[in-house]
C-alpha cells in the first residue's frame, strides 16, 4: 500500500514472494548439476553418461519457468504489454484492472485444468528417474492459486485509485 499501512494480504504476498525467489534460486543452482553432467559426459569419459539427468533438468527447468512466472504477475512484469501512453493515475489504475482480469482467467485456466493434469499424474512415475509425476504437474495449480493472491492484491490497490484513495 503505497500510503505506509500494509494489510495482511501484502504482508502474505511479501513473504510468499521472498519465499519464490529464494526457491527460483536453488532451483537455478540445482539445474547447473544434472546439465553440467550432461555435458562433461558427452564430451569426455570421466564421467558415466546419466540418464536421470535429463529428466531432472526437464523438471527443474519447468518449476524455475514457473516460479519466475509467478514473481513476475507479482512484480507487474509478466504478460505486460504497453499499449496506451502514459497517463493520470486513475486511467492507468483502470487499465491495470482490465490487464489483470485476463490474467486471472488464465490463473483460473491453469488452477482448474492444472488440478485435473496434476490427478491423472498422483499415481505415475517419471520413467528414468522414477520420480512422482505429480511433483512437476503441480507447477500448474500452485502457480495459478499463487497468480490469484498476487493479482488479488493489484486488484484492490488499483480500486483503492479508481476510488480516489490513492496516487
Known amino acids: 500500500m503505497s500510503d505506509g499501512r500494509r494489510g495482511p494480504l501484502t ?5 510468499l514472494a521472498a519465499l519464490l525467489r529464494a526457491l527460483l534460486v536453488l532451483a537455478v543452482a540445482v539445474l547447473v548439476i544434472p546439465v ?19 529428466e531432472m533438468a526437464r523438471f527443474l527447468f519447468v518449476w524455475a519457468i514457473m516460479l519466475g512466472a509467478m514473481l513476475g504477475v507479482r512484480e507487474g512484469t509478466h504478460l505486460l504489454v504497453d499499449l496506451w501512453p502514459p497517463g493520470g493515475a486513475r486511467r492507468q489504475a483502470l487499465l491495470d484492472l482490465l490487464a489483470d482480469l485476463a490474467i486471472a482467467v488464465l490463473a483460473g485456466v491453469f488452477l482448474w485444468w492444472g488440478w485435473r493434469f ?3 499424474a498422483f499415481y505415475r512415475i517419471s520413467e528414468l528417474a522414477e520420480l512422482p509425476l505429480w511433483l512437476i504437474h503441480m507447477a500448474w495449480p500452485i502457480t495459478g492459486l499463487v497468480w490469484f ?6 486488484a484492490l490497490e488499483d480500486l483503492r485509485i479508481l476510488r480516489g484513495r490513492g496516487p
Open 11 to 15: 504482508a502474505l504476498n511479501d513473504a
Open 36 to 54: 553440467s553432467l550432461q555435458i562433461f559426459s558427452r564430451h569426455t569419459a570421466l564421467v558415466p553418461s546419466y540418464i536421470w539427468t535429463e
Open 118 to 120: 496434476t490427478e491423472g
Open 149 to 154: 493472491l498476487f493479482l488479488l492484491e493489484r
